[in-house]
Each structure stands twice: as C-alpha cells, then as structure tokens.
C-alpha cells in the first residue's frame, strides 16, 4: 500500500468531516487491486494510476457526502454504475448503507459481484438490468432515499433513467463535470414532468489536478406517472422535451 497516497486520500476526506478508518483503507486498496486486475481483461476504466484512482474514483465518489447528509440515508440505487462509482466507495464510508447497483452489462456485474465479496460488504445487491426495466419493477420502483448517477448520460435522459426509482421525499443527484447549466434548463420540463424539484447545484474541484465538479440534486416531490420509464432505448433516442 503506498501510504503517501492513501494518507493523503483519508487526509482530504477528513475535511469534509468524513473519518476513514484502518479497515476502510484496506478496503480501498483492495478496490485499487481488483479494478486493475479486471480492467486487464474487460474495459472497466480509463484511469489506472493509484494516485489518479484514489481522487479521480474514490474522492470524487465520496463527494456526495460533502453535500447530502449520508447518515440519514438508508437505501441507496446507483444507476449505469460501471465499475461501482459513486455507490461502492460510499457504500465503504458509510456501511449502513443499503445499495442496489443497475447495469446493463454483464460483465460489470460480474466484476461488482466479485468486488462485493472482496470487500467483504454486506447489503449490496448488483442486477443486471436496463434501468428503463427495473424502474418498471414493484421492488424497485420509488423504494429508494437516494438515486446516484455517475457520468451516464445529459439530464434530460438520467432523469426518465434514475427518477423513476426515487421515492416521494428522497433524492436524485447527478454527477457531472464542467459547468452543467445547459443540461439543466434543457432537463427543467422532465424534471417537472417525472415527479423532480431542482434543489441546488454544488460545484467543487478535486485535489491535485483540480478538476471541475458538479452535484446537481433534485428532490423527488410526486410520483412519477406511470407511462415513465418508456422502453429501453426510448430515453437515449427521444429525451423528454417541452411539446
């Protein structure tokens, strides 16, 4: 384990009031080894140097806990969740946390179920699904305090993705890069139509490279009328737009 490196990880978590622990750390460090293994075979990341993973994943995972109160979320759905960011990292700082991960690849699931087992992490639940179907589902549909989406698509398509699992009173927050304003006043309407509120837009920078990040959270405030999520396919081809 380079300590320089995870020092300063719990170092800068530490700031933002987020206490890492000796286990917490070995369990990082065993995600660091997994993600590199798997990416060997199957195209998990494009970002495999330790120090780069550890800001550019694992920090910028945990970066939701800078804004939303963690602790008073039990269930969490990470939705498109690739190798397991945000949900596995918070799912490590905050182990109450109940998480149900969608993806539509096989593969990853099949990564993430072996991570799971690595990690020793108890209460995650990796399915292999379309979000468009699982938002669908009775034990999936608005069950969930938080929606987590990590780099998926613009807002207008995350919201008939990630919406849909959200319940009444609970929250969807969407990570994005540079400055998003344009997604979101071209996402106003499906936020509105599929039962969101915008809340506020959180805007930080990573350590070291200082790399620009976005939060955008959004209360979910009515349900999500029935005719939402549309098949599989229908969000990416047709995003909701005002008629």
């Given at each position: ?12 978590l530490?700031q ?10 070995e ?10 293994s ?12 330790r ?19 963690m ?42 179920n ?12 990796a ?51 540079t ?52 098949k ?12």
């Amino acid at each position: 384990m380079n300590h320089r490196i995870t020092h300063h990880f719990s170092e800068q978590l530490q700031q933002h009031h987020i206490d890492v622990t000796d286990v917490m750390l070995e369990q990082f460090e065993t995600y660091y080894q997994e993600l590199i293994s798997w990416n060997e075979r199957m195209n998990l990341t494009g970002i495999t140097e330790r120090e780069q993973v550890y800001m550019k994943h694992f920090f910028d995972s945990a970066s939701l806990a800078f804004f939303l109160d963690m602790p008073a979320f039990r269930s969490v759905a990470d939705i498109g969740s690739g190798a397991g960011f945000p949900s596995i990292p918070l799912k490590i700082l905050f182990p109450h946390l109940q998480v149900t991960i969608i993806d539509s690849l096989n593969k990853r699931i099949q990564f993430l179920n072996h991570l799971i087992s690595a990690l020793g992490l108890k209460y995650v639940d990796a399915v292999h699904a379309r979000a468009e179907e699982a938002g669908r589902l009775a034990h999936h549909r608005e069950k969930y305090d938080l929606v987590t989406a990590r780099a998926v698509a613009r807002l207008n398509v995350l919201n008939e993705f990630c919406l849909p699992f959200a319940k009444v009173g609970g929250y969807f927050a969407a990570m994005k890069g540079t400055n998003p304003q344009e997604e979101i006043d071209a996402a106003l309407y499906s936020t509105n139509l599929l039962g969101g509120k915008m809340q506020q837009v959180h805007a930080f920078r990573l350590p070291i490279d200082q790399s620009e990040r976005h939060i955008i959270v959004i209360e979910k405030v009515k349900q999500t009328p029935k005719a939402y999520p549309r098949k599989p396919g229908m969000p990416l081809k047709q995003p909701l737009v005002k008629p």
